[in-house]
Every structure is written in structure tokens, then in C-alpha cells.
T-cell receptor
Framework: DAKTTQPNSMESNEEEPVHLPCNHS???????IHWYRQLPSQGPEYVIH???SNVNNRMASLAIAEDRKSSTLILHRATLRDAAVYYC???????????FGTGTRLKVLA | DVKVTQSSRYLVKRTGEKVFLECVQD?????MFWYRQDPGLGLRLIYF???????EKGDIPEGYSVSREKKERFSLILESASTNQTSMYLC?????????????FGPGTRLTVT
């Protein structure tokens, strides 16, 4: 299974953009890139996903490198409520299975 | 609002006990999953089910079994609990109709085996 690598932790100031990187150099052509986040004392929640093109939704943007070996989750204006562990996950299109990494703990400073 | 509920937030059991963790979803989802979450290891898939009475092993099924008699309910069973099964257990569900894009997670059950 392809793996993802993320920094253990990052810090951001409130109301500033945050760029959370993820490396997935062994990604296959049929792997989707998903991002989830886990707020304290809660289960993970879906943030965004993509295959090849950049994606935007109300929560975030996903920028995918042209060679697909890396991606970046962009939070446009971090708030204190965005403090969470962010997981970058690969999923083969044909399976139900997510491969979770250990995630990046984002700390947002007031 | 989409909802996945788990029977307990916290559970303490003794070594050797049989333990049942229950998960219920109200979204009519076909797929349900059990994960365990341990510090430094992320989430690891134990079992999943893509239909009633259907199940498949995940990455770490040893010491666990599952039951899905009704579409909305997925149970994780620890036949004989051991201390190395102390962990956070998370249940999730997803719809096959959306192409598995999104898994909805419950709040988790923190199990301590003493």
C-alpha cells in the first residue's frame, strides 16, 4: 500500500492561511487523496478529496502536485476551531479501505 | 444530521472478559468500519462490512470478531480481552452510492483492559 508522510506538528496564527503538506511518492494512478481532521475528543471528519486536479470546498482547498507525489491542504484563514490533527490518506478507487498515517497536529495561536 | 453513535465513551474491562462494542448509524449506509487508534500509530482498520452479514478483515483483525445482523448496527467483539487491546475504538460508516468518498465517524470508545 502507498504511504503518506506528514510533519508531526505545525503552528499557525489565527486568521492566517495554513499550508499542510503531505508526501506520497509511491502513489499509484488509481489512488485518491483524502484529507480528514480530528478535533479533540471526536472522531475524524472529512475535509476534502481529489485525484489529479486542485479542489475547493467550503472548508479548504487541496493542491495536488502535477506528478501527484505530494499535495497540500490549504486552510485559507485559520481559526481556533481549526486546531486538530489533520490526516492525509490515500485510497485506491476500487476499495473501501483508507490507509491513515499519523497526521499533523495543527496548533492555532490567538 | 448524519449520525454514528457508539454505545459507550469509556469502558473498563478485566483481562479475559468478552467485550462488545456497539455502533449504530442512522444514514442507511451500506459500509461500516471498525478502527483502533493508538498514539504514534494513527488509525488502523480492524474489520469492515459492506452489507448485512458480510465482513472483511482489515489490517489487524487478530483477537477481534464482528457481527452485522442489521444494516444500521455493527458490533465489534473482543472474545477474550487482553491488556494490549487497551485503545480508542472508532466506528465509521459510508455510502457505496457516493463512491466511498466520505466516512462518517462516531465519537469513539476508550477501552481500558486491566
Amino acid at each position: 500500500d502507498a504511504k503518506t508522510t506528514q510533519p508531526n506538528s505545525m503552528e499557525s496564527n489565527e486568521e492566517e492561511p495554513v499550508h499542510l503538506p503531505c508526501n506520497h511518492s509511491t502513489i499509484s494512478g488509481t489512488d485518491y487523496i483524502h484529507w480528514y481532521r480530528q478535533l479533540p475528543s471526536q472522531g475524524p471528519e472529512y475535509v476534502i478529496h481529489g485525484l489529479t486536479s486542485n479542489v475547493n470546498n467550503r472548508m479548504a482547498s487541496l493542491a495536488i502536485a502535477e506528478d501527484r507525489k505530494s499535495s497540500t491542504l490549504i486552510l485559507h484563514r485559520a481559526t481556533l476551531r481549526d486546531a486538530a490533527v489533520y490526516y492525509c490518506i490515500l485510497r485506491d478507487w476500487g476499495t473501501y479501505k483508507y490507509i491513515f498515517g499519523t497526521g499533523t497536529r495543527l496548533k492555532v495561536l490567538a | 444530521d448524519v449520525k454514528v453513535t457508539q454505545s459507550s465513551r469509556y469502558l473498563v474491562k478485566r483481562t479475559g472478559e468478552k467485550v462488545f462494542l456497539e455502533c449504530v448509524q442512522d444514514m442507511d449506509h451500506e459500509n461500516m468500519f471498525w478502527y483502533r487508534q493508538d498514539p504514534g500509530l494513527g488509525l488502523r482498520l480492524i474489520y469492515f462490512s459492506y452489507d448485512v452479514k458480510m465482513k472483511e478483515k482489515g489490517d489487524i483483525p487478530e483477537g477481534y470478531s464482528v457481527s452485522r445482523e442489521k444494516k444500521e448496527r455493527f458490533s465489534l467483539i473482543l472474545e477474550s480481552a487482553s491488556t494490549n487491546q487497551t485503545s480508542m475504538y472508532l466506528c465509521a460508516s459510508s455510502s457505496s452510492g457516493t463512491g466511498f468518498w466520505e466516512q462518517y465517524f462516531g465519537p469513539g470508545t476508550r477501552l481500558t483492559v486491566t
